[in-house]
Each structure stands twice: as C-alpha cells, then as structure tokens.
C-alpha cells in the first residue's frame, strides 16, 4: 500500500513540474503552426473529393446494371 502511494506521490510531483515549467504562447504568437495544418487539412480534402467522386461513379454504375437485371427479366415499367 506504501509503494503505491508512493509511486502515486512521484508521478503526481513529476507531472506538476513539467506543467509549471511550461511557457505561455499567446495567441498571436504561434508563428508556421497554421501552415504546418494547412498543408495536411488541402491534402486530406482532395483525397476526400477523389474517394467521393469514385464512390458515385461505383455507385451510379451498380445502379446501372441493377436496372439492367429488372429489365432484363422483364421488370421494367
């Protein structure tokens, strides 16, 4: 039971250090953050665009052929 609490005790006291040694940075200041993001975020978008297009294409050609299949058993109205 001791050396948990103390274990406990060392991380808590090594986790509360580091958090006040950190710097504040305000909001102005983060400096090529936003364009650290910006580059990922425009790479991400256009394979979401691409993934999506060949998505309605698989789709739009499978309700094609489902068509086909009614008409092709005489289901067609």
């Known amino acids: 039971m001791l050396l948990g609490t ?3 005790d060392v ?5 509360f250090r580091m958090v006040s040694r950190m710097q504040v940075v305000t909001v102005g ?3 090529m953050m936003p364009g650290l993001f910006m ?3 425009g790479i991400v ?15 739009r050609r499978f309700c094609m052929m489902f068509c086909a ?3 092709h058993r005489g289901f067609e109205g």
């Not at 991380?11 to 986790?15: K, T």
């Not at 978008?45 to 789709?59: C, D």
């Open 6 to 8: 103390v274990l406990l």
């Open 11 to 15: 991380m808590l006291c090594g986790f």
């Open 29 to 31: 200041d983060v400096g």
């Open 39 to 41: 580059a990922p975020a």
């Open 45 to 59: 978008l256009g394979r979401f665009f691409v993934m999506a297009g060949r998505m309605f294409m698989v789709l």
């Open 69 to 71: 299949l009614l008409a």
